[in-house]
């Protein structure tokens, strides 16, 4: 095990929104300075570094069982904040809200929280006693006096700045105030059907058309692309941004918008007018309205589905005539630049759907009116948002990144002083609105006018340090190779969903091989390099199909389960994976893997099985993929391979023979979103899902696949009820 100064220190801090209702039951929202060293965590009014003397108004420990919730953007005093939510896996009540102002600082305190569970993971692993690890834990309960801390930057390796620090970020104009209210190539995990050909390039981007399916005269997929010479973050927040003037700059068809309604953070709607004398052949004016959602993956990329919607508040409107908007969706990733670059650049893709006959007659001979249509007016705001960003520098400076090299620091207090006074729990400490915390904001001279709040940038630090690494391993060595294989009959085996028979079945499951999927391969610390999957670890030997009043977990311990069958009492070990799908009524589907050997006590396998649910979090990872389907289905679900310990609540039991990991869908509201339209589409749609675990050191490489599943067309009312 590494030593403490082998593993390096980092340190995150900035300033953040605290929201809250207090004691008198009135919500607010102060700015406040957020600081994470290991796994302690302060919350101050002032800046620490500008005022050494200042003590935390909130201080605790990030424990193991603490979970992390993103619940995209809300409406805070006239101002849109993107939210986290922290709350105790194993007490709800025990729970707190911060909010930074964009969704790319979100993202940089998610993974300073998961830095901070790692570390204190890593100090539970060091401890040498069981009755030890239950001190610390007895520990993270007790109430401690405010510290005084006065060292920050010790023996920290390097400090990233995210943002402008304390400037004011989000500058509303009275007027703001007072109103009334794609893919560029294949960059996932798996591989995709579409064969894109570039048919355009104009104002410095590329018109693309998918001509893999251009026979069957159903309309056309076509997308623009463009490299942009900004942030994903910054890219994201303009392309949301519905003020008039703004969009005037860059937008020739979306730029009279108002919001309608918005709903879990990452979910809206928006109403829009046009004038048809700079856009098609009718002479009325129109109005259109449209559902914009989104998410942010864990690679950093956006990911924006705009389809045409109804409300009740916004009725046909007399005078206007009613526009379809197409439906399309926008990819906007990071590329990577040299390290000597500092001008960052993203790939911005905006995919949509065509009419065939106007699309091939204006690709064809240049048709005129297809030039004042709305389709050709969507294709061309990549080109818009790429010229206004251009023209307009300060955006950058609003969501710059830069990096500041930092001298260590000769504090006064020691390490371990700072920890023992820091022993309280961070979602106590956060969660409970102490009496100095509701006095007045007027000593951090906040700009308040009338219910408006001018929102600062959040600014962090951290240093890490990279893992040992030493040779590959031999994958025939993750089940034990001194025992001979059993033979698995699937026959003797049967969940509710039937096996697929033949290509014409549906409503069934299959075992796809692996080679659909990209993993990383044995050089993949050094060289990024991915490589087709082979066949998978486990064998996949039946699927159940539940719907349930409300979740289930424990489900291997059902009495009717599979598991506790006698014949799966004698296989060697078997994975459960129950993926609870929220809905009305709800469903599990549970699939069951087995393995012909026991599982070799020094295999990356068993560390995942026997390990601790931290560990299990920072591993369990999925790859999906639509492989057959409506094209929207297939960019909302993507083929990234995901985290599922870290985009939502996973609980594992290990017993007997068996582990069940519990996926809790539900928990996260981009995930609800997501799974939301998948039902939408799902007697339509061909599902493959990889499960792995991800390799993080050399040794782990090259990864391998632990099971598949290919879901055919599910019928939802197939699902059979599970009585609890």
Request: hydrophobic fraction near 35%; proline fraction near 4%; aromatic fraction near 10%.
């Amino acid at each position: 095990m590494d030593s403490p100064v082998e593993r390096g220190k980092f340190e995150y801090f900035g300033w953040v929104y605290h929201l809250g209702v207090n004691s008198i039951g009135h919500q607010y929202c102060h700015l406040r300075f957020l600081f994470i060293r290991g796994k302690y965590v302060a919350m101050y009014k002032r800046d620490p570094h500008e005022h050494p003397s200042i003590d935390p108004i909130r201080k605790g420990i990030v424990g193991p069982t603490l979970m992390v919730e993103e619940l995209g953007r809300r409406k805070v005093n006239s101002g849109d904040l993107y939210v986290l939510r922290f709350y105790n896996r194993l007490d709800e009540a025990k729970k707190g809200e911060i909010a930074c102002a964009t969704a790319g600082e979100v993202q940089g305190w998610i993974e300073a929280f998961d830095q901070a569970k790692q570390q204190a993971e890593y100090e539970l692993s060091r401890r040498g006693s069981a009755r030890d690890k239950l001190n610390m834990e007895d520990e993270i309960d007790l109430e401690g006096h405010r510290p005084r801390v006065r060292r920050y930057a010790h023996e920290l390796k390097k400090l990233i700045r995210i943002g402008q620090g304390p400037e004011t970020l989000l500058r509303q104009s009275s007027k703001f105030a007072s109103r009334a209210d794609g893919f560029g190539g294949n960059n996932g995990d798996a591989f995709e059907s579409h064969q894109w050909k570039c048919v355009l390039t104009m104002g410095g981007i590329r018109i693309f058309e998918d001509i893999s399916d251009s026979e069957n005269g159903k309309d056309v997929l076509a997308k623009s692309v463009g490299v942009i010479d900004a942030t994903a973050d910054t890219v994201f927040e303009v392309l949301l941004n519905t003020e008039r003037q703004k969009r005037y700059e860059w937008d020739m068809l979306m730029c009279d918008l108002e919001l309608v309604d918005s709903y879990d953070g990452h979910y809206d709607v928006v109403y829009g007018t046009y004038d048809p004398k700079y856009l098609s052949r009718w002479h009325s004016k129109q109005d259109f309205i449209f559902s914009r959602q989104w998410f942010r993956g864990q690679d950093g990329t956006y990911t924006i589905l705009q389809v045409p919607a109804l409300h009740k508040k916004k009725p046909q409107r007399s005078g206007y005539r009613r526009a379809k908007i197409n439906p399309s969706t926008w990819e906007i990733r990071n590329l990577k630049t040299p390290i000597a670059s500092n001008s960052p650049k993203c790939l911005v893709t905006h995919t949509l759907e065509i009419h065939s006959a106007s699309w091939h007659q204006w690709k064809n001979n240049k048709y005129s009116k297809f030039e004042r249509s709305i389709p050709y007016a969507l294709l061309c705001q990549v080109a818009g948002l790429k010229e206004y960003i251009a023209a307009n520098p300060s955006l950058h400076q609003e969501y710059a990144t830069t990096i500041v090299h930092s001298k260590s620091s000769d504090g006064s207090v020691s390490s371990s002083e700072y920890e023992d006074d820091m022993q309280d729990q961070f979602y106590d400490a956060i969660a409970g609105e102490s009496s100095s915390d509701e006095e007045s904001d007027d000593d951090e001279k906040l700009d308040q006018k009338g219910s408006i709040v001018k929102l600062k940038n959040v600014s962090w630090a951290f240093s890490t340090l990279a893992l040992k690494r030493t040779a590959a391993p031999d994958l025939s060595e993750e089940l034990d190779p001194n025992v001979t294989p059993i033979r698995i009959q699937l026959s003797d085996f049967h969940g509710s969903l039937h096996k697929r028979k033949d290509d014409n079945d549906t409503n069934c499951w299959a075992s796809p091989s692996g080679k659909g999927f990209m993993i990383r391969g044995k050089n993949y610390l050094k060289d990024n390099h991915k490589v087709v999957g082979g066949d998978p670890l486990l064998h996949l030997i039946a699927v159940d199909w539940f719907t349930v009043n409300k979740s289930v977990d424990k489900i291997a311990l059902h009495p009717k389960c599979l598991v506790q069958s006698e014949v799966g009492k004698k296989l060697p070990f078997i994975l459960v994976i129950n993926l609870q799908v929220p809905a009305k009524p709800n469903y599990s589907l549970v699939l069951y893997y087995a393995a012909d050997r026991p599982i070799n006590k020094d295999s990356l396998l068993a560390k995942f099985v026997d390990g601790s649910d931290m560990f299990r979090d920072s591993r369990f990872k999925l790859i999906p993929s639509i492989v057959e389907g409506y094209w929207m289905v297939k960019r909302a679900v993507g083929t990234k391979a995901c985290l599922l310990g870290k985009a939502v609540t996973c609980k594992y039991y290990r017993q007997d023979n068996f582990l069940e990991i519990d996926v809790d869908i539900g928990s996260s509201s981009v995930a609800r979103g997501v799974i939301g339209l998948v039902l939408g589409y799902v007697t339509s749609l061909v599902v493959d899902l990889a499960i792995l675990i991800e390799a993080k050191e050399e040794a782990e490489l090259p990864e391998y696949i632990l099971g598949t599943v290919r879901l055919n067309r599910l019928k939802l009312e197939s699902a059979v009820a599970l009585e609890v």
